[in-house]
């Protein structure tokens, strides 16, 4: 069974950072590309960044290019994103999904976690 | 990045209705494009991916068609199961989502 758990969300001040994490299982990690989705409280699904399986393609979303990272550990089966100079607008549950395929061709998610909530306020 | 439009942004029906939501791209994204259900508190779920096809466990009442900027998704008798908020998304060039269509039970 296909199993993505998050982690690393809370509470931080803006111009904070925070990074987060998801554990993947259930499936070969390195043979497909992830992403992570965002989801502000009441509002609808905002795409934020995705990576190729093997890690040598990333992309962003235009509101979060230069601030944010994303990384893989395929030996760790694990999903990262490094969140830099947080906004008051970066409020929201954060989803790790996985594609179809090794390639950001495929971004149709077909898993996705349960999400971690990110909260930037002072 | 590729614009998405939902209409109508909310609905009601009755039980056994036939729902239709369209999303329109703003270029033409060929055939990527997905449809997702996301029920309160819970994360999306994977519909229909590139314009037609059934995600495997997703019952047949659930279709969805089109070419290039519009697209129609289609539950052919809806069931108490069914009210949630709709998403349509393109993965032509990057990702973006449409803002959602929720689904309520007249």
């Known amino acids: 069974e296909v199993q993505l758990l998050e982690s690393g969300g809370g509470l931080i001040q803006p111009g904070g950072s925070l990074r987060l994490s998801c554990a993947a299982s259930?499936?070969?990690?390195?043979?497909?590309?992830m992403s992570w989705v965002r989801q502000a409280p009441g509002q609808g699904l905002e795409w934020v960044s995705a990576?190729?399986?093997?890690?040598?393609?990333?992309f962003y979303a235009a509101s979060v290019k230069g601030r944010f990272s994303i990384s893989r550990d395929n030996s760790q089966n694990t999903l990262y994103l490094q969140m830099n100079s947080l906004r008051a607008g970066d409020t929201a549950t954060y989803y790790c999904?996985?594609?179809?395929?090794?390639?950001?061709?495929?971004?149709?998610?077909?898993?996705w976690g349960q999400g971690t909530l990110v909260t930037v306020s002072s | 990045d590729i614009q998405m439009t939902q209409s109508p942004s909310s609905l009601s029906a009755s039980v056994g209705d036939r729902v239709t939501i369209t999303c329109q791209a703003r270029q033409d994204v060929s055939n990527h494009l997905n449809w997702y259900q996301q029920k309160p508190g819970r994360a999306p779920k994977l519909l229909i991916y590139d314009v037609s096809n059934l995600q495997t466990g997703v019952p047949s009442r659930f279709s969805g068609s089109g070419s290039g900027t519009d697209f129609t998704f289609t539950i052919s008798s809806l069931q108490p199961e069914d009210i949630a908020t709709y998403y349509c998304q393109q993965y032509d060039d990057l990702v973006s989502f449409g803002p959602g269509t929720k689904v309520h039970l007249k």
């Open positions: 259930g499936f070969t990690f390195g043979s497909f590309a």
């Open positions: 990576i190729s399986g093997s890690g040598g393609h990333t």
């Open positions: 999904a996985k594609g179809t395929c090794t390639s950001t061709a495929c971004l149709n998610f077909d898993q």
